[in-house]
């Protein structure tokens, strides 16, 4: 009679091939390279490359998205470049339009106590600003994909029209996206 280590030598060493992946999925998951990136463009790519819903954006970079840098908004393919130089996407896809207001980000947020409107797609409240603002409506010409996009840059003053979104830092509302620049009347 065969003992029972013998009998099941095979399944036992087959099972011992598979032990080491099994130890590495109960370690750390994100790989150790990736520490020695700096924590922004860790989150960058973590977020990236994830499949789930992202977080929503912090205030330094709704900043960043919606008002005009160092570069003045009469330059030659303004969008272009800006959309480039703020990495201004949705995990990696071009958007279709984009709003750029040459306004603090201060005054933008004033717009969140503005008059109530019906947004763009008909499904969401906006806020409309009660002040005239100039600014740049990135349009999308081609491209699917980051580094692909080509925007058409149109100069427009009117009222931008923003969704809020509550931040526990400040304790105001914020806007987070300019879905529209409703045109002086």
């Known amino acids: 009679m065969k003992s029972l280590v013998i009998g099941f030598l095979w399944p036992l060493l087959l099972l011992l091939l598979l032990l080491p992946p099994v130890l590495m999925l109960q370690e750390n998951y994100w790989d150790y390279?990736?520490?020695?990136?700096?924590?922004?463009?860790?989150?960058f790519l973590r977020?990236?490359?994830s499949t789930g819903p992202t977080k929503p954006p912090t205030v330094k970079r709704l900043i960043e998205m919606f008002t005009v840098g160092e570069r003045p908004l009469n330059t030659y393919e303004?969008?272009?470049n800006e959309i480039m130089t703020k990495q201004i996407h949705y995990k990696g896809r071009c958007y279709p339009e984009h709003?750029?207001?040459?306004?603090?980000y201060g005054e933008l947020t004033k717009a969140c106590e503005?008059?109530?409107?019906?947004?763009?797609?008909?499904?969401k409240i906006c806020r409309r600003s009660m002040h005239l603002v100039e600014g740049v409506r990135c349009v999308l010409e081609s491209g699917e994909r980051m580094g692909d996009c080509r925007y058409g840059t149109i100069y427009v003053t009117g009222y931008p029209?923003?969704?809020?979104?509550?931040?526990e830092d400040?304790?105001?509302?914020?806007?987070?996206?300019?879905?529209n620049m409703v045109p002086r009347k």
Not at 33 to 43: A, I, K, Q, S, V
Not at 99 to 104: A, D, E, N, R, T
Not at 170 to 179: A, E, G, V
């Open 170 to 179: 400040t304790q105001i509302f914020i806007p987070n996206h300019i879905y």
């Open 161 to 167: 029209v923003v969704t809020c979104q509550w931040d």
């Open 47 to 49: 977020e990236y490359e």
């Open 33 to 43: 390279r990736e520490y020695e990136f700096d924590p922004e463009l860790r989150d």
């Open 78 to 80: 303004y969008c272009n």
């Open 114 to 123: 503005g008059e109530p409107v019906q947004c763009k797609n008909g499904i």
């Open 99 to 104: 709003y750029i207001v040459g306004v603090s």
